[in-house]
């Protein structure tokens, strides 16, 4: 479990520090910061840009440059960033920094799968991926007992220098783990069978042909398809959460009881769900997250008074262990390098999914004036999820060694 603690510390801080810090903090430091609103529309729509280009740009050229040196890497900017974030004061700055950090957060993750998919037991490889998946949710938690306990009484930089240490704490640790992992070895005495295989794993799938592996192979299609189904639903469920809350005449405390449910359900979900992934096979998994995020949201639907903190409690079982799930399911059928490029489709597909859902929910609103349709609609889409679960689980096997090489072979 060393390597799970590792990169979701390292997950902590490069997208709970990194790219939710500035949204916790940022009611404490429009007091000493001026930031316009058209500013604030700015950064959310830049960083969110520059988190898809960070996923793409790894996806293409990523094994070019070696994971572990973008890794190194990736942690060293985000701490610098941290720390820097509590001195800057010049809004265009900021929004520079944010958007580094964005970028940053997203080759992170990336260089996280390939590792756990290069170096982890296979037996345990799901359980790995989801822990460190959960960091996020760590992350969510930390933020909190920032602004609860250290804020208040130290000021709002103190917030980002807290998360700079924690990131040169993950800084060192991850350089220890990193320096002590073997290189993986191709045995040119193998068979032909075994020298095929071989080069699968640590060959990457060519640019030109990355769009056809992803339309034209199960496993990577349906991994994107569940990443932008995830976005479409999840993003919006989360944005428009509190307004929604507040169109209904509810109280504001009631979101944040929810945030709170959500934020502990994913500490807890990531060790529950990846160990269910390995022993009981990823369709399973799937299953039970989409199932507990659409009863959440049938019921919440339903009365969103009595039942608001059900819907957070399905949204972050299945929000934050899914991109363990994910990647940890593509590592089946592709060696660690094309898992790597397949999951930074994979994070652009979740983000157009994001993007497409949070315009339909505006657009809704305007039109009718209430946000009643988008989360019927949000309620439908994860039922979809939940069948695309139930296929999954009926359909899939374990794939072979001999099974999953023939079908990556072919698209390289």
């Not at 985000?78 to 920094?97: C, E, G, N, V």
């Not at 790995?128 to 000021?155: D, F, R």
């Not at 991850?174 to 060959?203: I, K, M, Q």
């Not at 946000?371 to 069948?387: E, F, K, P, Q, S």
């Amino acid at each position: 479990m060393r390597m799970a603690a590792i990169f979701g510390l390292n997950q902590v801080v490069s997208h709970g520090f990194g790219v939710f810090l500035f949204a916790a903090l940022l009611p404490l430091m429009r007091e000493a910061i001026s930031i316009s609103n058209w500013q604030l529309a700015a950064i959310g729509a830049l960083t969110q840009l520059s988190y898809l280009a960070g996923a793409l740009l790894l996806g293409l050229i990523g094994h070019r440059i070696g994971t572990v040196r973008l890794a190194l890497t990736t942690t060293s900017l985000t701490t610098t960033l941290l720390f820097l974030m509590s001195q800057l004061r010049d809004p265009l700055q900021i929004t520079l920094a944010l958007v580094l950090l964005a970028a940053s957060a997203s080759i992170s993750w990336g260089t996280i799968v390939e590792m756990i998919s290069r170096y982890a037991s296979k037996t345990n490889c799901s359980t790995t991926m989801s822990c460190a998946s959960s960091g996020t949710a760590w992350g969510y938690g930390i933020n909190g007992l920032l602004i609860l306990l250290v804020v208040p009484l130290l000021g709002w930089e103190s917030g980002w220098i807290i998360a700079g240490g924690i990131g040169l704490l993950a800084l060192i640790l991850s350089w220890n783990l990193l320096r002590g992992l073997a290189p993986v070895e191709v045995a040119s005495l193998n068979t032909g069978a075994d020298n095929a295989a071989s080069r699968v794993e640590s060959d990457a799938i060519p640019a030109r042909r990355l769009l056809a592996v992803i339309l034209r192979e199960r496993a990577a299609f349906f991994a994107c398809l569940i990443c932008f189904l995830v976005g479409f639903s999840a993003m919006p469920f989360s944005a428009w959460l509190n307004l929604y809350l507040d169109e209904r005449g509810l109280p504001a405390a009631l979101g944040g009881y929810t945030w709170t449910v959500v934020g502990v359900t994913g500490m807890l979900a990531g060790l529950l769900i990846g160990k269910l992934a390995d022993r009981r096979g990823h369709g399973t998994a799937f299953t039970v997250i989409f199932s507990g995020f659409a009863l959440g949201l049938l019921a919440f639907m339903f009365d969103p008074a009595r039942w608001a903190l059900l819907a957070g409690f399905g949204y972050g079982l299945m929000y934050f262990p899914m991109w363990g799930i994910v990647a940890g399911w593509v590592s089946q059928h592709y060696g660690s390098t094309a898992t790597m490029q397949i999951n930074g489709v994979c994070m652009v597909t979740f983000g157009l999914g994001g993007a497409l859902g949070n315009m339909l929910a505006g657009y809704l609103r305007e039109a009718t004036g209430s946000l009643n349709l988008m989360y019927d609609i949000l309620t439908l889409t994860a039922v979809l999820l939940v069948a695309l679960g139930l296929y999954i689980r009926s359909s899939g096997k374990k794939p072979t060694p001999d099974s999953a090489v023939p079908s990556l072979a072919d698209a390289v």
